[in-house]
């Protein structure tokens, strides 16, 4: 198992996960990594550890450097289990002479395994710590992702170990974001930050303001997931800026589901009225678009048009089960609108508009609502709506 060079006495030594495809409910097709960094110095240290079941990859990249009980100090940036989960066996493995973490950390690690008695330290910022020729400061990051979360950053080298933020779920042999396709390193950052941070996106603006407005000298990011920032981090802070202020790109989402294809046969119609207002849209059938790979595409987006027939006086599960997760997720400053077929009672377009309500989105039209199955005037209707959505988009960009 192969440690890997970041700079001179800072090596990875986390582990790939290549087999996940599941994460708290987010699809990583890709699978994931967990990445731990091994600073060699007068004290040597562990920034973050792995998934307990990954384990013993850690530790052998660290004996490929040194013997893991020869450690001084921990470093736990995040106490998530993803990167907590071999925590207890390490400190075993180690005896460290520090736990270093944030005071929501202390509470944290307390919390999950209970151990009174391990050696707490805690970060704050502007105190650094010294381990010999290099040096600690931390930055506390709260809610980015737990409230334990803090960022640790080696002053000599500029390295920023910025636990989840600017990650991403992707497992590869490379280490480093200048060794991977670049599309897929971008789409994997955006379905990232969907689906991890776009809730907390007012606390990452803050965060982008504090870095620049301190001037943090920045040579490499090393995130606890993904591929480290080395030949260009300031494309991971660029696309954080942008999220955190929810712009959009200036194209709209039609996200369905459809019960005997009368609410896609709308929805293709919609989509024909935004490109005659030359909307780009993505027609998205929640049967089989899994809805973290929705939810990346729902961060750019500007438009959100929901369609659902009506259940049982609801909506379809899917898409119950959808509105929850975006709504959990926060997205702002969207223009919605919404349409759907019903037998009888029809109380699917009233909920998706409340749905939206909620989430505060420009709701701009009733909605539209067809009897079973469309027909030409329903379709003429369908056009009218992506039309109006599409007028609303033109209007926005020209604001
Ligand atoms: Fe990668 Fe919030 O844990």
């Known amino acids: 198992m192969n440690p890997v060079k970041l700079t001179e006495n800072v090596y990875w030594v986390g582990a790939i996960d290549w087999d996940v495809r599941d994460f708290h409910g987010y699809s990583t097709n890709r699978g994931t990594t967990y990445n731990a960094y091994l600073i060699m110095d007068e ?8 998934k307990k079941s990954l384990q013993s990859d850690m530790v052998a990249r660290i004996s490929e450097i040194i013997d893991p009980a020869k450690i001084d100090y921990i470093v736990v940036n995040h106490v998530e289990m993803d990167h907590s989960g071999s925590l207890p066996d390490m400190v075993k493995m180690i005896n460290p002479e520090k736990i270093i973490c944030s005071k929501m950390g202390e509470k944290a690690l307390l919390e999950h395994f209970h151990q009174k008695d391990w050696p707490y330290e805690i970060a704050k910022p502007g105190e650094d710590i010294s381990l010999g020729a290099k040096t600690l400061s931390f930055l506390e990051t709260r809610m980015l992702h737990w409230p334990d979360s803090m960022f640790t950053y080696l002053v000599e080298d500029q390295i920023l170990f910025s636990s989840d933020a600017f990650g991403q779920h992707l497992a590869t042999s490379e ?24 809730l907390y996106s007012p606390l990452v603006k803050k965060l982008i303001a504090k870095v620049k407005e301190i001037n943090l000298q920045i040579k490499m990011i090393a995130p606890d997931h993904g591929v480290i920032w080395r030949g260009n981090p300031g494309m991971a802070l660029e696309y954080y800026d942008k999220w955190s202020q929810h712009k959009g790109d200036g194209y709209a989402m039609i996200i369905y589901d459809t019960m005997w294809h009368s609410t896609e046969k709308m929805a293709k119609r919609i989509g024909a009225g935004l490109q005659s207002e030359g909307i780009s849209f993505k ?17 750019n987006a500007s438009a959100i048009v929901l369609g659902c027939p009506t259940l049982n006086n609801g909506l379809l599960p899917r898409m119950a089960g959808f509105l929850m997760y975006m709504r959990g997720l926060k997205p702002t400053n969207k223009i919605g609108a919404a349409f759907g077929s019903f037998g009888w009672s029809g109380e699917s377009v009233k909920l998706l508009n409340e749905a939206m309500a909620v989430m505060k989105f420009d709701v701009i039209d009733d909605g539209l609502k067809v009897k079973y199955v469309p027909e030409d005037k329903d379709y003429a209707h369908c056009i009218e709506l992506g039309k109006k959505v599409g007028q609303a988009l033109n209007a926005k960009r020209a604001e």
Not at 180 to 187: F, H, I, K, S, T
Not at 286 to 291: G, K, P, Q, V
């Open 175 to 198: 280490r480093f974001d200048d060794e991977v396709d670049q599309a897929v390193l971008l789409e994997e950052l955006t379905k990232y930050y969907a689906n991890i941070l776009t």
């Open 43 to 50: 004290k040597i240290t562990l920034i973050d550890c792995v």
């Open 283 to 299: 027609l998205v059938n929640l049967r089989y678009n899994h809805r973290s790979d929705v939810m990346r595409d729902v961060l």
